[in-house]
């Protein structure tokens, strides 16, 4: 990879090891066979597919997008060499239960593995992750036949799957979907309907696709509480498991996208010939309950993925900070003396740290969050309710902080290049174009923000979001029993007094009827709440590279000091934006909120 690295293991070990402790997982019986033995074995085969099977097209697949032939899509033929290598390995049953043949690895290790292909390749990997969220949905909501004969095989790597639930006319707001299910006798529907934006919705990969497609049954309640979801396979299966007739199901059109070009995007109709042959998963109307157990997994996905681009794109600019001379100090004034490496300018070191500190507290906060899926197999009753809780207010911000930020740490890895950023020739310009979907799918970050202020910070009285500020002071409380951190863990203690502030100000709003004007700053509060959650992580780094100076090795000790300076450049230069956001939304800012149509 021009000798920089996917990822930064050392880093990666930090986070899950120091940080995280994730091998304490094994003390849960499902996880019981493993260690961390088992662990970094699955993630150094992940990143050795990664850097022989999905970098090496990552360039290839975005000049040669997915073309539509004769009614099919057509791939670069190396995409199909990397799923075999994927699937061969068991990576498409990482989670799945040992006695059907899956690894049964942790959410956490299984986030850590798809860290290695989406810093290889993001198009490609987009195939794998929505199969696996298909499967892992049909694991917790399909039936013992659904499961054998949709779930199964995709744990197998046969099958792939989508999330169909845009349309053309409805975009993100699915209250206003069309797509229609009308019931059979035999038990089956019959669905007839368009649906917009289908990532890896038709290719020839596998031996089907299972589509998990959003309908409205005739009857059905108005709005998201009318909605139904169902598995609507490209070829239909006979009861046995092997393949029947083609399902009535036509791909009508591929998208043409700015990045991610390798993974085919689609515009799809079910039943123009009247026969789309169409299961209920679950209970009718229960449609939207039961995606979001797939959106909120691949909403962290999207996160995660949007991070490891930001990553990607800080080595490359880092090495070439490193290694490009250009240049000299301000009190340098002899022209013959010899140039110095860009990071030696404070400002290239500015961009750099800004990068470093985004991007690792963020994929930080996307492993604790991960982390927190896991916990859903402790004992203690208390310990599942808190990690629940921690996961719904933490899902957005994972998804919609990492993904705004990351984008911009690829902006200022263009910005470290200069001109040669800009060009095709350095693959910064590729980790901006493919990165800027991340703010959009899976739900805009817009959205996000308006979930976590209206819905996740008000959940149960406030009880997420009061567990998650909890959580917070106990990290400053920790991090004030050391001297170097103890102004850290005040500055950042005093942020969750604004927090608790502003969100104590918009329920009153909220209970008042002011809905649109207590919500109309949601982007600000996501400002708010993610840069203390992304402070509380890198507080939570800063402790554990205090305390491991003094014993640490010089390179470690390189390592820690890297840690302690990025946490301390985070709380002096982005920090304090949190005291504007808290002040917007506390005093529910309205400038935009009441700008008139008229006066743009």
């Not at 910064?428 to 959205?447: A, F, M």
């Not at 009880?463 to 409380?477: D, S, T, V």
Request: charged share 20%.
């Amino acid at each position: 990879m021009n000798a920089s690295p996917l990822i930064d293991r050392r880093n990666l070990d930090f986070m899950l090891y120091e940080l995280l402790g994730v091998d304490r997982l094994t003390r849960y019986p499902r996880f019981a066979d493993h260690g961390r033995e088992t662990f970094d074995a699955a993630i150094e085969l992940a990143h050795q597919i990664a850097v022989a099977k999905f970098y090496p097209h990552n360039r290839k697949g975005d000049l040669n997008e997915p073309k539509m032939v004769d009614g099919k899509v057509e791939l670069i033929p190396e995409i199909a060499e990397a799923m075999d290598a994927f699937n061969e390995a068991g990576f498409a049953a990482l989670l799945a239960d040992a006695s059907d043949g899956g690894m049964q690895l942790p959410f956490v290790i299984a986030s850590t593995c798809d860290c290695m292909f989406s810093a290889a390749n993001p198009g490609t990997v987009a195939y794998p992750a929505l199969a696996r969220a298909a499967a892992n949905l049909l694991a917790v909501y399909g039936t013992e036949e659904q499961q054998r004969l949709y779930m199964k095989p995709i744990h197998e790597g046969r099958y792939y799957g989508t999330m169909c639930l845009s349309e053309p006319q409805a975009g993100s707001s699915l209250a206003d979907i069309t797509t229609q299910a009308a019931p059979q006798a035999d038990g089956s529907y019959r669905l007839t309907g368009a649906k917009m934006w289908i990532s890896a919705g038709d290719h020839e990969l596998g031996d089907n696709i299972v589509h998990l497609v959003l309908a409205r049954i005739a009857g059905a309640p108005a709005g998201v509480k009318g909605i139904s979801l169902f598995i609507v396979p490209r070829w239909r299966v006979n009861a046995d498991g092997t393949r029947a007739a083609r399902n009535d199901v036509k791909l009508a059109g591929v998208n043409h996208k700015m990045g991610q070009r390798g993974s085919v995007n689609t515009f799809l109709k079910f039943g123009e010939a009247g026969d789309c042959h169409g299961y209920l998963v679950g209970e009718a109307n229960q449609g939207l309950a039961y995606m979001f157990h797939m959106m909120n997994e691949e909403r962290i996905g999207v996160g995660m993925g949007a991070i490891l681009q930001g990553q990607v794109g800080y080595l490359h600019s880092l090495q070439y900070a490193r290694e490009r001379r250009q240049g000299r100090h301000a009190d340098q004034k002899d022209p013959s003396s010899a140039p110095i490496a860009l990071i030696e300018h404070a400002d290239v070191r500015r961009m750099l740290l800004s990068q470093k500190s985004w991007v690792e507290g963020a994929l930080a906060l996307g492993f604790y969050a991960s982390q927190l899926v896991d916990f859903a197999h402790d004992e203690d009753p208390a310990v599942r309710r808190d990690s629940a809780l921690l996961l719904e207010v933490l899902t957005p911000i994972v998804k919609a902080w990492g993904s705004e930020y990351s984008l911009k740490a690829n902006d200022l890895a263009i910005q470290i290049l200069g001109g040669y950023g800009y060009t095709r020739e350095y693959p910064v310009e590729q980790c901006y174009r493919d990165n800027r979907i991340n703010p959009i799918h899976e739900g805009t970050n817009g959205i996000q923000a308006l979930d976590l202020l209206g819905r996740k910070a008000m959940m149960q009285n406030g009880g997420a979001l009061r567990l998650l500020l909890q959580r917070i002071a106990a990290g400053c409380q920790d991090a004030s029993a050391l001297p170097e951190l103890q102004p850290l863990a005040l500055q950042l203690l005093a942020g969750v007094k604004l927090a608790e502030e502003a969100t104590q100000a918009v329920a009153k709003r909220l209970l008042s009827g002011e809905v649109r004007l207590a919500l109309a700053n949601a982007q600000h509060y996501m400002t708010l709440l993610g840069h203390l959650s992304i402070g509380w992580m890198w507080l939570q780094s800063a402790v554990i590279a205090q305390r491991a100076l003094p014993s640490a090795n010089s390179v470690d000790t390189d390592f820690y000091r890297g840690k302690l300076q990025a946490c301390r450049f985070f709380f002096a230069s982005e920090l304090p934006q949190i005291e504007l956001a808290a002040k917007l939304v506390r005093e529910a800012e309205d400038s935009a909120y009441a700008m008139d149509e008229a006066w743009f």
